[in-house]
């Protein structure tokens, strides 16, 4: 990152003026942004193989929480896989038991058939030790003994082009997976191949994303539900549409079904031209160095993965500046130095932080950050604020407590609002974007929405950042009441979706024996 030099400005004020600039979007931005969302989502429903590639779920129902029945999940997505058992109790609560198994690196680049088997092994290790269900039914002569079939769901965090509710094409392992022999193969098949050589009675019904589970386990909760959506390490959305607006799927028998379904947007690859994302020279460092320039553009944007090391090219950039340094007195620590050193756990601590006990407006009130700062000019309890982040930058950050001012506590405080806003505001476009598109919104001051009037809008929600990062969710509904106005903002009921990945690939699998009975 190359330092910022300031004596192209004014002074030091106009440089924490100009970054303020950058990352501030205004409504018109917004609605520029949220308009370009809605031509991407048009052609990603009508036309294969773009960025942001709208895949079919094939989930044609979403439950009501009055389902009842005793399902498996499977969830595969990294260094370990889970099994789980799912009882739904029919009245929006369940039972869920759940086991995690290592997966190792011989077996990620192995043969795939080796995978498969270890997938299968560890359900049926979960049946035989962990399962609260009896699977086999008792009868008086042994030998007669029946196993009736046990019905899983699969979340399988890896792309596939999804053909049906339980099939899906592998288009590429993610994550450090290379197994051989399983790129082209249809991933359901795949494991159902597994259970059938080892005579297991288990039969996978049902293939899934974890953004179509967060939408079918809070509709499961919540008793409704129109979108899916995690707002964590990465981002991506899934949300109830209108067959007949995929216009990808003409010709096939679910266009001829008709009906709804569940898309999976795959929003983090909007507008990856950058057309109208509020692109930073932070944000080109953060893309020209990440593992796939140019693409998931919106994901580096608004993620967790994403939000520290941002932070951190601002941080950096304000310590080289020159002819003076405007951070730390110039110096750095090895933490700050390292490309991804810095969490976005440690904006959340300084917002934690700095949000204190004390809403007055006393307790906000700072100098500009280009003067000086004089501790006796302080409010007390700005005072204790800023010595509570310069204890946050000690722990995170590796500094010595004398080497941190409350000045440079001000300024990092600063620089994470800034990068988390932004973060916030943005997600408010992918969610104003669904409810346009599904006709429950309208952009505001154009004419009122055709669905959904006076009705609650169900949208479950997953990942760290809109659980735990201090007022993410309120700055989000702030820029929803920007776009679609205050009305529909108010209607729109935001609820974590608890465990999507496995309650929602158990409900999958029961909205598949429905569909098929």
């Known amino acids: 990152m190359a330092s910022l030099p300031v004596t192209q400005y004014e002074g030091p004020q106009a440089v924490f003026d100009l970054i303020q600039r950058q990352f501030t979007l205004d409504q018109d931005s917004l609605v520029e942004i949220t308009k370009a969302f809605l031509r991407e989502f048009k052609v990603g429903l009508e036309n294969y193989g773009h960025p942001m590639a709208m895949i079919p779920s094939f989930v044609t129902a979403v439950p009501d929480g009055t389902e009842t029945g005793t399902f498996l999940a499977l969830d595969l997505g990294g260094t370990n896989l889970r099994v789980c058992e799912v009882v739904l109790h029919g009245n929006k609560t369940f039972s869920l038991v759940q086991q995690k198994y290592r997966v190792s690196d011989a077996l990620k680049t192995g043969e795939a058939t080796a995978l498969f088997d270890y997938l299968a092994d560890s359900v049926d290790a979960f049946l035989t030790t962990h399962a609260t269900t009896d699977y086999v039914t008792p009868t008086e002569d042994e030998s007669l003994k029946e196993q009736p079939t046990v019905h899983l769901g699969l979340t399988f965090s890896f792309p596939v082009e999804q053909t ?45 994303n974890d953004t179509v589970g967060a939408l079918l386990s809070r509709a499961y909760q919540a008793g409704h539900c129109i979108s899916g959506a995690i707002f964590g390490t990465g981002t991506n959305g899934a949300y109830l549409e209108q067959v007949s607006n995929i216009k990808k799927l003409a010709g096939s028998h679910a266009a001829a079904k ?3 379904m569940v898309i999976n947007t795959e929003w983090g690859a909007f507008n990856n031209s950058r057309t109208h994302l509020p692109t930073t020279p932070y944000d ?56 991804y050193g810095l969490d976005t756990s440690f904006m959340s601590a300084t917002e934690e932080a700095w949000i204190g006990t004390d809403e007055s407006q006393e307790a906000f009130s700072l100098p500009p950050l280009g003067s000086e700062f004089r501790r006796e000019s302080l409010s007390p309890v700005v005072v204790k604020k ?47 974007t669904v409810l346009i598109q599904t006709e429950r919104a309208t952009l505001r001051g154009e004419g009122q929405p055709k669905k959904g009037l006076n009705e609650r809008i169900g949208f479950g929600v997953d990942g760290s950042l809109v659980e735990h990062y201090p007022n993410f969710g309120r700055i989000l509904r702030e820029s929803l009441r920007h776009l679609v106005g205050e009305e529909v903002e108010q209607r729109v009921d935001i609820g974590l979706a608890k465990d999507g990945s496995g309650v929602g690939a158990a409900l999958a699998a029961l909205m598949a ?3 098929n009975s």
């Open 164 to 208: 049906a509710l339980d099939s899906g094409k592998i288009l590429t392992w993610t994550k450090g997976f290379a197994a051989k022999n399983a790129i082209g193969h249809d991933v359901v098949q795949l494991l159902q191949d597994a259970f059938n050589r080892k005579r297991m009675p288990v039969k996978c019904v049902a293939l899934v």
């Open 258 to 260: 008709g009906g709804e």
């Open 284 to 339: 080109n460092a953060i893309d020209r160095l990440s593992i796939n320039p140019r693409f998931q553009a919106f994901e580096k944007f608004i993620s967790g993965m994403y939000l520290g090391e941002i932070t951190r090219n601002v941080l950096v950039a304000l310590i080289d500046a020159t002819p003076k340094s405007l951070l730390f007195e110039g110096k750095s620590t090895p933490v700050l130095n390292k490309h």
């Open 386 to 432: 800023l010595d509570d982040i310069r204890q946050v930058i000690v722990k995170f950050l590796g500094f010595r407590e004398e080497d941190v001012s409350l000045k440079d506590a001000a300024i990092v405080r600063w620089a994470s609002a800034l990068v988390a806003r932004r973060a916030a505001l943005l997600s408010g476009t992918a969610v104003a």
């Open 513 to 515: 024996l429905k569909t």
